[in-house]
Nanobody
Framework: QVPLVESGGGLVQPGESLRLSCAGS????????LTWYRRAPGKERELVAT????????DYADSVKGRFTISRDNAKNTVYLQMNSLNPEDTAVYFC??????????????WGQGTQVTVSS
């Protein structure tokens, strides 16, 4: 059983939108802070957006503020990344990461396998 599975990636044109999903299984999803990262070709991994476990506080990279929205549905064990006004610089493999919240002590963390997003005309 794969703990985190991303979906929703694909090829879109500049200005279009995509919604990524990341479904968790086999762990207590609600106790995890959830983060979307991306890695573009030839670049370092970049934190895109994060949402905390308890308060649902969100934070974004400056490069995506105002365009991307992270959200979570603990009942569905799923975290989402709504991406609007996509541009070619958003082209990357997007990964979700579940980090056990320190509010609850210590636990195992998980990475998804990634989903490709390509923005091109």
């Amino acid at each position: 059983q794969v703990p985190l599975v991303e979906s929703g990636g694909g090829l879109v044109q500049p200005g279009e939108s995509l919604r990524l999903s990341c479904a968790g299984s086999g762990f207590t999803f609600s106790r995890y802070d959830l983060t979307w990262y991306r890695r573009a070709p030839g670049k370092e991994r970049e934190l895109v957006a994060t949402i905390t476990s308890a308060s649902g506080r969100t934070d974004y990279a400056d490069s995506v503020k105002g365009r991307f929205t992270i959200s979570r549905d603990n009942a569905k064990n799923t975290v989402y990344l709504q991406m609007n006004s996509l541009n070619p610089e958003d082209t990357a493999v997007y990964f979700c990461y579940a980090g056990y919240s320190t509010l609850y002590g210590y636990g195992q963390n998980y990475w998804g396998q990634g989903t490709q997003v390509t923005v091109s005309s």
